[in-house]
């Protein structure tokens, strides 16, 4: 991305990059400010600055002793951009090495179709932001978890889709608004879960925590509550989730918001958090 970057206009790269960090970093001191409206604009700019992006992937099927499944990270931005996704890219195709299992990556929305996601198992939205599928797109991803697909959230997956209520249900809410990057204490509230048992039950960690429009416990299972007293600028209450999944349509859900800073990919026990969670929703680990 760093290409198309480039190949902005110097006024464009101004005015995209002016609103997309306000997409991503309203204030919380300024609540009146319309998330919404201001992802739309940027979304409008980079669309008419930004060319199709390019992807890397296209490994062959799946066949018998190879990977156990397969996993496409997908990674399309029309808002803010983390730095984090190359090294986050990074990180997954390396557990994908060690762990048995083929990542590919793509930045392209095309690569939505019935033919393509057949190959894979566990779709990842990894820092995705704004609007990142056409309706033909957004059909076929459905399509993939009502035939049993696994869906992984990372971090902004929660910052897409937004007038894309199918998936607001599958990722469980939207994000609302973020305090600075700081320390705060993670509680694991459901130490049953694969991705959740070999996790410290209480886990101080440092990384931009997301505060939600809703609340998504009643729909989901929450896994990581994180504790509003131990940091500044937390708003949903005493039960504030972080991580958590459920079954959808069809298919499994996993999500967490943490993993903005690029040492997120270092930290074993987050990424031990992610490795589970991708294979939780690929079907290879039990409920
Ligand atoms: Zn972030």
Avoid at 154 to 163: L, Q, S, V
Avoid at 184 to 190: F, H, P
Wanted: charged letters at 15%.
């Amino acid at each position: 991305m760093r290409a198309h970057g480039a190949l902005l206009t110097g006024f464009g790269r101004i005015l995209a990059s002016c609103l997309s960090v306000v997409a991503h970093h309203r204030p919380v001191l300024l609540p009146w400010l319309d998330h919404a409206l201001f992802a739309r604009a940027a979304v409008l700019v980079l669309s008419i600055a930004l060319p199709q992006g390019a992807w890397e992937a296209a490994s062959a099927p799946l066949t018998g002793g190879g990977p156990a499944f397969a996993a496409l990270v997908f990674t399309k931005t029309s808002g803010f951009r983390h730095d984090s996704i190359p090294a986050g890219i990074t990180a997954i195709k390396s557990l994908g090495e060690q762990h048995n299992f083929r990542v590919d990556a793509s930045e392209d929305g095309t690569v939505f179709t019935d033919a393509n996601l057949a190959r894979y198992q566990v779709v990842i939205f990894f820092d995705t932001t704004g609007d990142v599928l056409a309706p033909g797109e957004q059909a076929a991803f459905e399509r993939f978890i009502r035939r049993g697909g696994g869906f992984v959230g990372i971090h902004a997956a929660t910052d897409t889709g937004y007038e894309w209520p199918w998936y607001g249900g599958l990722v469980g809410t939207y994000f609302d608004s973020h305090p600075a990057i700081q320390p705060a204490l993670l509680k694991v509230v459901d130490a049953t879960h694969v991705s959740t048992k070999h996790l410290p039950a209480e886990w101080t960690r440092t990384d931009e925590w997301y505060n939600f429009r809703e609340d998504p416990s009643p729909s989901v299972r929450v896994l990581i509550q994180i504790d509003e007293t131990t940091y500044s600028g937390g708003r949903m209450g005493a039960h504030h989730p972080i991580s958590w999944c459920h079954a959808y349509d069809g298919g499994r859900a996993w999500y967490t918001a943490m993993g903005h800073t690029t040492e997120s990919y270092q930290d074993p026990l987050f990424l031990s958090h992610l490795l589970e969670g991708i294979r939780w929703v690929a079907g290879t680990t039990p409920e």
